[in-house]
């Protein structure tokens, strides 16, 4: 309460700013425009301590965000090659790595130029995975509808390269485009004497092209605001395609793009529906998790074999399971508040796991659903083994980590970055006989350390009763663990079912959430000028129970998701 | 393998076959230097490990010539002349956040850009490009590969940013990731080389003609698109046309020094037993790299042995926590400095690699310049001052033989180091760096 009563307050200040027309704001680069509409300047920030996501505070008019053609992600890639060319050609094929930014893969794709590496790694894929779908005789029928009259014969490649093209590229090639690839089918064809030879170098050619490789948006004029973009139906059925089933547009999307329809919300929204229906969706909400709950790099945890000789490659994917499970369970299956999530009295366990947890009930092979106690310690994603693993160290917890990642991966709220210079004349006292909160608190006796880790580490400590692959332990160093913490103006809790209680009913999570997913959807941090349409989605997302599946929907369908300006002119 | 085949037959071949006209253009001439009877070729190489040391375990106590090692620098005693340790410089550019700072300056010269978080993870990119990367675009124009990066640990961090995760830049945002695994460096550097079944095969002449195409589309997509895509997409047009220089390569002239490996690489960098294999994929690592700079595939190197705030661990030393937390707790100054001089002694494993591979009258080590560093002075303080750097290698005779240790008296840019080791390269460059880490005087007590 007392924390929305702050919020509150904050909120009538930033109102009282914004009643403002045309005031600068010190502190902010820009001028509120009478009207919102571009050729103003916009601010781009809000003022100091305001946090725009706030229930109580009036967002700023929409002012998208620039567009920035973004490269396909790795796994998306592997999908798009999966629909082009079959299983096989996926399995064939390794992808470059992808670099995050700001946390996110997806704004490192918009942001960073490919590097040789990956563009000498995706040449070798291409050839590798043409070469994989041609071997099978069916899709070689569908790649190949013609017949051919000669090795180059030009007629039957045009065929090919425009039939594949149009899928791989999602939108028609021009001629001069489809010409381009023929020459090279026909080249190669001849130099073989073999027609299959030219498909090949031509369908290579096809997958290592930008169009395929990235997502090249330009807009086009709103037509109702034409100050601003808005995307082509052509890209929007590409943005859809690529953020709620992670792959190509699929027919029934393409023709939806091809039409023209895709520039309505309505048209976009109906889309969204049936596209969250398909498999592929599960799949790339997926992958947005374990992004998000950094799941993914359960594969390469260092934990100390001496300590935990339990923990095992197997174990750590029986982790990184469980929260999957959990997920599906709540979006999937039962298509239930989110929340749950955070706060669940039951998971989903294997013998490895209940052994580790301490817990009975598991089936004897695979996972199956366990109830917990509801007034224990473990309960929803915070007390899964997988988060409690990887925010620790090899031997011992860390606070800090579990308590940064709530901050930020759950609440948005901006941690600091490490300080620079330390000054510090404090005795080097040794650590060996202390506690983890012990050590912690003697850190936070330097000033330069004590503001972040105070903020950090009061929320990490109620996770004290979790070692570092998420056991239970009641004593740290042979004396007993105090995991007493507090959660902001939510007051004290203990453990992880007791926090999970307290996220669900602050504000933070659903609207970072919103903010998380669209980061992925949309490949850049969400501006200020976003808040406006990314709280609308955020309302509609509590209004329908906090469904995710309906949120994928609004998100999409959002005027932040189908809006864009220009790009900065740079120098 | 064999590099008894000449590619030049092949490509001249398929060339004729479907009547390339541009085909003869690329085709380089390979190792002018040894058929100009030139002068051997300069080679730079930058060797970073994370999070800092123990200044008074580092720095050794006598400055000037014949001074003795400290004790976390002794792995290097079999290479001591070729060793140049510098101590006292200070990094100059803006103290605006611990890690971020050093990795930027001390890689590049530039202060790092902050990117702005607005309630995302904090991160932050490279203001310039990495001083390899310097030296790429100038001594590493006519070889198969501008430039190698390698990393040795997996368990960088990839939350905060290029700056932690990578040491190569070609600019702000162009990190350039690294290959972390030995048998696939050994398939980009030789698998070319390797006699095709077939000699008369066109399919190289073929991908190059691929490659064209995409220039084509590219480049028909370029103009539609805003400035900064724009930049980016330029960006990838270099890399297909370092790719087409890599098909077009020659094999390297057989040398005593350049020979293939008898069996392929085989070592990978998968855990075993929960600890990644550091040591033997930096050995491999190493003997490539030699081989690489015999063969004059390349001249460019840089090695992350492990990150900035990495989770890296040292189970095999006995030291399972990870490095970057190990390094914020000032009680275990011991620990760390084992953590330290276990890096120390694999980058001494390559500088004993270099100097044992022979050219000409001498050896690798006489020829290249290498520069070992890190990302903090002292980790638990995130310090920048008395920053810690050893320089390895003759340079081709331009650095002091045998090595000193050059002590700034008064805190002198760090980036005054980077100049020194690009000057040692041979690329003849006058500046490093901007703003605050400018720099445009050599150390000249380094200098021979």
Not at chain 1, 463 to 480: M, V
Not at chain 2, 177 to 204: C, H, I, W
Request: aromatic fraction near 8%; include cysteine; charged fraction near 20%.
């Amino acid at each position: 309460m007392r924390q929305n009563h702050l919020r509150a307050e904050a909120g009538r200040t930033a109102l009282a700013i914004l009643a403002g027309v045309g005031l600068v704001l010190s502190g902010c680069t820009g001028r509120i425009g009478d009207d919102g509409s571009a050729g103003s300047e916009f601010p781009t920030e809000p003022p100091p301590g305001v946090d725009p996501y706030s229930p109580e505070v009036e967002p700023p008019p929409f002012h998208p965000a620039p567009l920035r053609m973004r490269r396909l992600l790795g796994w998306q890639y592997q999908n798009a090659i999966h629909d082009l060319l079959g299983a096989a050609a996926a399995s064939a094929i390794t992808v470059p790595a992808d670099a995050a930014v700001n946390g996110f893969d997806a704004i490192g794709a918009s942001q960073l130029a490919i590097s040789p590496q990956a563009v000498e790694q995706f040449e070798a894929a291409s050839y590798a995975a043409v070469e994989a779908g041609l071997a099978d005789p069916v899709r070689h029928q569908a790649l190949v509808p013609c017949t051919p009259s000669a090795p180059d014969d030009a007629g039957c490649l045009a065929t090919v390269v425009r039939t594949f093209g149009h899928r791989a590229w999602r939108r028609p090639l021009t001629d001069e485009e489809v010409q381009t690839y023929v020459s090279v089918g026909q080249m190669a064809g001849a130099a073989y004497g073999v027609f299959d030879k030219g498909v090949e170098f031509a369908l290579a050619g096809l997958l290592q092209s930008p169009n395929f490789l990235y997502l090249p948006e330009v807009g086009e004029p709103d037509p109702e605001n034409p100050s601003r973009l808005r995307l082509t139906s052509l890209e929007m059925g590409a943005r859809l395609a690529f953020f709620l089933t992670g792959t190509l547009p699929d027919d029934e999307l393409l023709a939806a793009a091809e039409s023209g329809a895709l520039t309505s919300a309505d048209a976009v929204r109906a889309q969204a529906l049936r596209l969250v229906d398909k498999p592929e969706a599960r799949d790339a909400l997926n992958r947005f998790f374990d992004e998000a709950f950094r799941l993914r790099e359960l594969d390469k945890v260092a934990k100390d074999p001496e300590t935990f000789p339990e923990f095992t490659p197997a174990l750590a994917k029986s982790m990184q399971q469980e929260t999957r499970l959990l997920i599906d369970d709540v979006v999937w299956d039962r298509d239930a508040d989110f929340r749950d999530v955070f706060d669940a009295t039951y998971t989903f366990v294997d013998l490895a796991l209940a052994q580790l947890y301490g817990i009975d009930g598991a089936p004897g092979s695979g996972f199956g659903r366990v109830e917990l106690d509801p007034n224990g310690l473990r309960g929803g994603f915070l007390g899964h083994a997988a988060f409690l693993s990887l925010m620790a160290h090899p031997r011992t917890t860390s606070p800090t980590h579990r308590g940064k990642f709530i901050l930020e991966r759950l609440l948005c709220a901006n941690v600091p970055a490490p300080p620079p210079n330390v000054n510090t004349s404090l005795e080097d006292a040794s650590t060996e006989t202390m506690t983890m909160r012990e050590r912690l608190t003697a850190h936070v006796a330097n000033p330069s350390c004590a503001s972040c880790h105070k903020m950090v580490d009061s929320i990490g400590f109620g996770f004290e009763n979790f070692d570092a692959i998420g056991q239970l332990q009641f004593t740290d160093k042979g004396k007993p663990v105090d995991a007493s913490a507090t959660f902001g103006d939510h007051g004290s809790f203990t453990g992880a079912l007791q926090l999970g209680r307290m996220l669900r009913d602050d504000p933070r999570v659903p609207s970072c959430l919103v903010r998380n997913l669209f980061r992925m959807a949309s490949g850049h941090v969400d501006t200020y000028g976003e808040v406006a349409p990314l709280k609308a989605a955020e309302q509609s997302f509590i209004a329908n129970g906090y469904r995710l599946k309906s949120l994928l929907v609004e998100l999409a369908a959002s005027d932040a998701f189908r809006f864009a300006s220009a790009q900065e002119v740079q120098p | 393998m064999t590099f008894r085949l000449s590619r030049r037959t092949v490509l001249k071949g398929a060339g004729a076959l479907v009547a390339l006209p541009t085909l003869e253009a690329m085709l380089n001439s390979h190792g002018t230097a040894y058929a100009e009877g030139g002068a051997f070729p300069q080679r730079l190489l930058t060797w970073f490990f994370g999070n800092g040391v123990v200044l008074p375990m580092w720095t050794p106590s006598a400055t000037g010539a014949n001074y003795a090692f400290s004790p976390a620098l002794s792995p290097l005693q079999n290479v001591k002349d070729y060793v140049n340790v510098v101590s006292g410089c200070n990094v100059k550019t803006p103290d605006l956040r611990g890690h971020h700072n050093g990795c930027g300056a001390m890689m590049s010269g530039y202060p790092f850009i902050p990117i702005p978080a607005n309630g995302a993870n904090y991160a932050s990119k490279f203001g310039g490009p990495s001083i390899d990367q310097v030296a790429a675009g100038i001594i590493g124009t006519t070889t198969t590969f501008p430039s190698l990066q390698l990393a040795v640990s997996k368990r960088a961090t990839t939350g905060e940013g290029p700056t932690l995760q990578y040491i190569s830049h070609k600019g702000p945002d162009a990190p350039l990731p690294p290959e972390m695994n030995p048998a696939k460096l050994y398939q980009k550097l030789f698998g070319n080389f390797v006699e095709p079944s077939n000699p008369t095969d066109p399919r190289d002449a073929l991908r190059l003609n691929v490659l064209d195409a995409v220039k084509d589309d590219a480049n028909r997509l370029i103009k539609r698109l805003g400035a900064a895509d724009r930049q980016r997409l330029d960006q990838h047009l270099t890399a297909i046309s370092e790719l087409r220089q890599q098909i077009s390569a020659l094999p390297p002239p057989v040398t005593s020094a350049c020979a293939a490996p008898k069996t392929p690489v085989t070592q990978t960098n998968q855990d075993q037993g929960g600890a990644e294999p550091m040591e033997a994929v930096h050995r491999a690592f190493a003997d490539l790299i030699a081989l690489a700079w015999a063969c004059d595939l390349t001249r460019v190197v840089s090695v992350q042995f492990s990150g900035s705030v990495a989770d890296t661990a040292y189970p095999m030393i006995g030291i399972p926590d990870n490095e970057h937390d190990l390094s914020h707790d000032p009680s275990r100054k011991d620990d760390i400095n084992r953590c330290v001089t276990f890096c120390v002694q694999n980058f001494a494993y390559l500088c004993e690699r270099l100097k044992a591979t022979p050219e000409g009258p001498g050896n690798l080590l006489d020829n290249s310049v290498l520069m070992m560093t890190t990302d903090v002075a002292e980790g638990w303080v995130h310090s920048i001052q008395d920053y810690p750097v050893v320089i390895a290698g003759r340079g081709g005779g331009v650095l002091k033989y045998p090595g000193i240790h050059y002590r700034s008296p008064n805190g002198r840019n760090t980036s005054d180091i980077l100049l020194t080791v690009l000057r040692a390269a041979g690329t003849g460059v006058s500046s490093v760096g901007g703003a605050e880490g400018l720099s445009t005087t050599v150390i000249s007590e380094l200098m021979a």
